[in-house]
């Protein structure tokens, strides 16, 4: 069947295949790391927010903390992933334009389906998928431990205390640092810094025991953006518990609420997300076969479905995590924080 066929058996009216569409999933496909951070931070400093200011029946204080510590994770979060995966992203461009120079020719062999150039394999698709999303969980216990010690400036921004708003003296810096003077006066050679991280990251492709973990699971690629959420929530939630404990500058009397918060809303997202995810996916097969074939003469098909497979389980975690939990898990959280007090007064 000709493609100008297929087309007109199937009424899109330029959904499938929107010029807008398409270019978002190009963009997720291309910038993972950046997509996730990119819309957590708009749900955690948005939807979040708003989700636990409605909580009803909890103590106003633990819902102050609960949105300080949501802010906060989100800007750290964007801002940590961002400084790592965009120099990543860069790094896998530069190889892709010369992989001979980075890359030695067994791994381009391995990599190389056979009728497939590089670029166009699955297992070197499926390699680069796995080093782009490498940075949320690279960098998920400084950002944690970043994020709870936002909290408190945080709060002091959002809910100022009428005392110490007083005090606060705002002074402008007298002068750039010197690493932001080295780049506005052009003393960072980027060409030089890239080469460097495609060196690096070409060390890894070359890497023998990964290419056997490519090989082995680069039939399990519509699953990958969404194992490495899982694993990332699991880290910030763990090292964020760690740090909040330890931390000087949170009310004592605050820690355990923003604990339980923390513990609820992870457990349920993870879990829940898996599932509900894996539901979405099968419900998705017939979207794909029919996106697949509203594009199927488009050079970048393969990029877009990749797109997708970053997309789906981003949303659906963004929307359990920050717009559906935050309501159950500050309130549980509050309950529980006032159940563990009267025990401890008994």
Known sequence: MRISEINSKINFKGGFNNKLLLKGLEIAANHPASFI???????????????????????????????????????????????????????IKHINKNPEKYLNSKTIK??????????????????????????????????????????????????????????????????????????YNNQVSFKGVQNTTAQGISKIF?????????????????????????????????????????????????????????????????????KIDKMIQKSTKSFIEKFKQANIADPKLDKYIQGINVVRPTLVFALLYYGILPILSTFTADKLDKLNNKKEKS
Not at 140 to 167: G, R, W, Y
Not at 230 to 236: E, G
């Open 37 to 91: 951070a990119g819309t957590t931070l708009l749900m955690s400093s948005v939807i979040r927010p708003i989700a636990i200011a409605c909580t009803p029946k909890t103590d106003k204080e633990n819902k102050k903390y609960a949105i300080a510590d949501s802010i906060s994770s989100g800007l750290i979060k964007f801002g940590i992933t961002e400084l790592v995966a965009l120099p990543v992203e860069n790094a």
């Open 206 to 274: 070359n890497s023998q025991t990964f290419q056997n973990f490519v090989t082995k699971h680069s039939f399990n690629d519509t699953n990958i953006a969404r194992n490495m959420t899982i694993a990332t929530d699991i880290l910030l939630a763990g090292s964020s518990v760690i740090r909040t404990k330890k931390s000087k500058k949170i009310k004592e009397d605050k820690k355990k609420p923003l604990i339980y918060n923390k513990l609820i809303t992870t457990a349920i997202s993870v879990l829940g997300g898996y």
């Open 110 to 183: 391995n990599f190389t389906e056979k009728g497939k150039s590089l670029l166009e394999s699955k297992n070197y698709k499926f390699a680069q998928q796995l080093v782009k999303n490498t940075p949320s969980i690279i960098t998920a216990i400084p950002k944690s431990m970043t994020a709870v010690a936002l909290i408190p400036f945080v709060m002091n921004k959002l809910f100022p205390e009428k005392k110490k708003q007083e005090q606060i003296i705002y002074t402008q810096p007298a002068g750039r640092s010197p690493v932001f003077s080295a780049f």
